[in-house]
């Protein structure tokens, strides 16, 4: 289906007259209507529709339906019957939504009857209303003529790379076609740079046509990620496109998570489309990123189909040493000696983009130091890479007391997240891993505190969007009766998107025979996590062995635990800072002669069980308070200075009762 325009140079244009009246011009609509309409009767179904969509000078807007019509000899008909002569006929091609614009202008003008109808009868009628408004997909025409010349130039002068000048050269010298007869190849274009992508499709299509291996020079953008396309209304898509292009925009990392499927189209009914419609639609694949499972993944489904694989050049060291000299060159510039070693020096492989980020870089550095001296103390300088996650959160939690052990796995989880996010920039996608966690530990082990500083340090660092805790326990996740436990689940992890969903004593979920609710709240939560992989991070919480039968407790759960933290019981040492810390915060300090009996005091209660760390030293100065005001009351306070008052002495601090250990009874061997 193509869309033309053509403008008639004629001498008895009836539009084209002095002292045309309003009714003059009314009474010609009429009659141009009833002879549209009734020429439209007889060339819909087989070959298309024309009607006078500008009138001074003439012009018909047409809609060709195969390729065995010609524009002009629709429009030479519809002129006959109007008794209107030419002697040139101008044919322009135009994209769908400017023809639907002229539909408009037509029915508004009274020169066709119902605009609705004159698409319906196409079968354009699910493209008239939204085509013309559509974020999610736009048709395009090439306009520009461009030689054999301007096609090798565009491609040098943007450094598109070998494989797109092999294949544009490969066009180039294939016969020049009288009549279209298929498309040999498909294609995949693989580029970050947007610009790239747009100039290869328009300079392909121009080359395609110019060699006769395309009818139209339309083309029809569609980006899959943007909106929820059914099957149907890409084959209406492909259908409007015979004889022209469809340039499918793909998203590697949409399709890697199973994205489509969740949007009701995946992958697999995507190729089967661009399979069923090979040989009358030219299908490009536009992706931002050298997803090679991607590329894989279509090659499969497309199976008998040829398929030409357009990505950029990699550059290393000389070749990216030439490039950086080549864009020096274009701007007139020397690169300096010490910034060509570096590069020579790196291994690191690079793609145009990248090439281009560090040669911008160097050049405003370069014209602000150099060039132009005047401005040499206004050039920034780009921060050290390791103050990236030095958020307030990431320096609370290393000034935090202990956790040692933690805090190491912690910057590592950090790395981890940096290093994902510098491999997406770099085109190198993966299967985004798992993010969840397991933090295991005593009571008081500051598992909760860190889990919510956690949430706030992947804010910090773009990992999550919104980076709060979200704590959770069984009581908020098991329903009282049979069907609410898996809505419960539901809801609480919607609640959790772009934040931590922190649930405590987890292990609180196993019931004491299987198949109740609890298993049921695991069995969701594991359906859950994998659902909500890339919004939502899960820590679990509890104690080293009883958090271990929780994992194994569902063979699916383990598996996507990507970080296993165990938070170490804080030695006496470290409970007598936190102590110290906290009676700080609270507006005291604790006077140097307690030392020796608070380390007594931690030395006797580390050995219990029941042991709560640093909840243990928050009770420890909350009963030191109360110890120091029975002390104080008793004496005369106007005589008792600030510091006293604010002073734990070590008579405020009691030796608390430790658990003696069971003594079994019975006889020793």
């Known amino acids: 289906m193509r869309f033309y325009q053509v403008e008639v140079k004629s001498n008895n244009n009836p539009y084209d007259v002095e002292n045309l009246t309003r009714d003059k011009e009314r009474e010609l609509n009429s009659k141009t209507c009833k002879l549209t309409m009734e020429y439209s009767e007889e060339t819909y179904l087989e070959k298309g529709l024309a009607f006078i969509s500008g009138i001074n000078p003439i012009v018909i807007s047409a809609c060709i339906l195969n390729d065995k019509s010609e524009v002009k000899d629709l429009v030479k008909t519809l002129l006959k019957k109007m008794e209107i002569e030419f002697t040139a006929l101008l044919v322009k091609e135009i994209s769908m939504s400017i023809f639907f614009a002229d539909l408009t202008s037509a029915d508004r003008g009274g020169r066709i009857e119902d605009d609705w109808s004159f698409a319906c009868s196409l079968g354009l009628d699910d493209f008239f209303n939204q085509g013309r408004h559509s974020n999610n997909y736009s048709d395009r025409v090439v306009e520009e003529k461009k030689t054999v010349s301007d096609l090798k130039k565009d491609a040098e002068d943007n450094f598109l790379g070998l494989q797109y000048t092999n294949e544009l050269n490969r066009i180039l010298k294939c016969k020049t076609r009288t009549k279209f007869v298929g498309h040999p ?265 860190v889990a919510r500083l956690v949430a706030r340090i992947l804010k910090d660092n773009g990992v999550l969007s919104v980076g709060n805790l979200i704590e959770v326990g069984r009581a908020d996740i098991i329903g009282q009766y049979l069907g609410q436990t898996a809505p419960l689940v539901k809801e609480t992890f919607a609640r959790a998107k772009g934040s931590v969903l922190f649930i405590d004593e987890a292990y609180s979920l196993i019931d004491d025979r299987k198949g109740l609710y609890g298993d049921e709240a695991i069995n969701t939560i594991v359906q859950e996590m994998e659902n909500h992989r890339d919004d939502v991070i899960v820590i679990f919480a509890g104690y080293q062995k009883e958090m271990q039968e929780f994992l194994e407790r569902n063979p699916g759960l383990n598996s996507r635990i990507a970080f296993h933290i165990p938070f170490e019981d804080y030695s006496s040492q470290e409970l007598l800072d936190i102590t110290k810390l906290i009676a700080k915060n609270t507006g005291f300090s604790i006077d140097g002669k307690a030392d020796g009996k608070l380390l007594k005091i931690f030395d006797d209660v580390r050995s219990d069980e029941s042991f709560g760390n640093g909840r243990f030293a928050r009770n420890l100065i909350e009963k030191a308070k109360m110890h120091q005001a029975d002390r104080l009351i008793k004496q005369d306070l106007q005589f008792v200075s600030d510091k006293e008052m604010t002073t734990l002495i070590a008579e405020d601090f009691d030796m608390p009762e430790v658990a003696q250990p069971k003594v079994r009874l019975g006889f020793t061997v």
């Open 185 to 449: 190849a498909h294609y995949i274009i693989v580029s970050k740079n947007g610009d790239h992508r747009r100039i290869m499709t328009r300079d392909m299509i121009a080359a395609l046509y110019k060699k006769g291996r395309l009818p139209s020079k339309r083309y029809t953008i569609v980006d899959i990620c943007d909106r929820d396309y059914s099957s149907y209304f890409l084959e209406k898509i492909y259908k409007i496109n015979e004889g022209a292009t469809v340039m499918l925009k793909v998203n590697a990392e949409d399709v890697e998570n199973d994205g489509f499927k969740r949007r009701g189209l995946n992958i697999d009914d995507i190729c089967k489309i661009v399979k069923d419609n090979c040989s009358k639609v030219l299908t490009i694949f536009s992706i931002d990123s050298g997803s090679q499972m991607l590329k894989d993944k279509i090659m499969n489904e497309l199976l008998g189909v040829t398929v030409v694989d357009i990505s950029e050049d990699i550059y290393h060291k000389d070749s990216a040493v030439k490039l950086i000299t080549n864009f020096a060159e274009r701007d007139g510039l020397t690169v300096s000696e010490d910034f060509i070693e570096k590069i020579k020096n790196s291994e690191r492989t690079y793609e145009f983009d990248d090439i281009l980020g560090i040669y911008n870089k160097w050049r405003h550095e370069y014209l602000g130091t150099t060039v132009f001296t005047e401005y040499k103390k206004f050039v920034t300088h780009e921060v050290e890479k390791t103050d990236e996650i030095k958020s307030d959160a990431y320096k609370e939690l290393q000034e935090m007391i202990g956790l040692s052990g933690a805090k190491t796995l912690i910057n590592g989880v950090i790395n981890f997240f940096k290093m994902q996010k510098e491999y997406r920039l770099r085109g190198l996608e993966f299967k985004r891993p798992s993010m969840h966690m397991v933090f295991t530990g005593s009571p008081g082990t500051a598992k909760t505190s």
